[in-house]
């Protein structure tokens, strides 16, 4: 495996369902980013971040919760979601995070319809 | 008011024409980036401009980042099929900050 992976592909919850996200990037990079894409609106950044620590987390709401457990390895566990909540969830990572240049690159996403 | 504002939202060409699009800011940013994203897959990193004034190429595309840093363009030349997408600029206005503008919707008809 190359690059950033992400699964599931597709996911259809339930507002009360649990369900995790999984993102692997093996391209040795120490900072990863959990972006939210909804139709007609621009990337929302979720959180990031650098080597295992979190060092941003834009205004969330808790349903959603970041999990780093090493440098390689990005989940967002899902709970009690709304149908708003449906979107394109990717998944980035770059060299570091910090300096001026943030170079990213993405996961396919996960694609997750909360019904 | 979104910090990259990015025109036009929507653009329909014939293969073979040429085009430019934009990314805008009132922000100096120290770099940006281009990205261009197919359906159902995630952005795909094609350039980072750091210098007012530079320009770089790609093949059949050329990026500038504008002289104050506010704004950079992205040109296609020759426009294919293969170029359809979304192209979406992104930058840091300040540290740990990281912005996206909404993108550019390109369709190349053959």
């Known amino acids: 495996e190359t690059g950033v992976t992400q699964t599931p592909r597709h996911l259809v919850m339930g507002m009360t369902n649990k369900k995790s996200l999984k993102c692997e990037q093996h391209?040795?990079?120490?900072?990863m980013y959990w972006y939210k894409q909804s139709a007609k609106k621009p990337l929302e950044l979720m959180f990031v971040y650098s080597l295992e620590e979190r060092v941003e987390n834009n205004s969330v709401p808790s349903r959603f919760s970041p999990e780093c457990p090493n440098s390689s390895h990005l989940f967002l566990h899902l709970h009690t979601l709304q149908p708003e909540d449906s979107a394109l969830y990717l998944c980035?990572?770059?060299?570091?995070?910090?300096?001026?240049?943030?170079?990213?690159?993405f996961g396919p996403g996960t694609r997750l319809t909360v019904t | 008011t979104q910090l990259l504002e990015q025109s036009p939202q929507f653009l329909s060409i014939q293969e073979g024409e040429n085009l430019t699009v934009y990314c805008n800011s009132s922000s100096v940013f120290s770099s940006l980036q281009w990205y261009r994203q197919e359906p159902g897959e995630g952005p795909v990193l094609l350039v980072t401009?750091?210098?007012?004034?530079e320009v770089k190429k790609l093949k059949r595309l050329t990026f500038q980042f504008g002289d104050a840093r506010k704004d950079s363009s992205l040109h296609i030349t020759a426009a294919q099929p293969g170029d359809t997408g979304l192209y979406l600029c992104?930058?840091?206005?300040?540290?740990?900050?990281?912005?996206f503008g909404a993108g550019t919707r390109l369709t190349v008809k053959p």
């Open positions: 992104a930058g840091s206005p300040s540290s740990n900050d990281m912005r």
């Open positions: 391209l040795g990079h120490n900072a």
């Open positions: 980035a990572s770059s060299q570091d995070f910090s300096g001026d240049s943030y170079e990213q690159y």
């Open positions: 401009v750091v210098t007012g004034g």
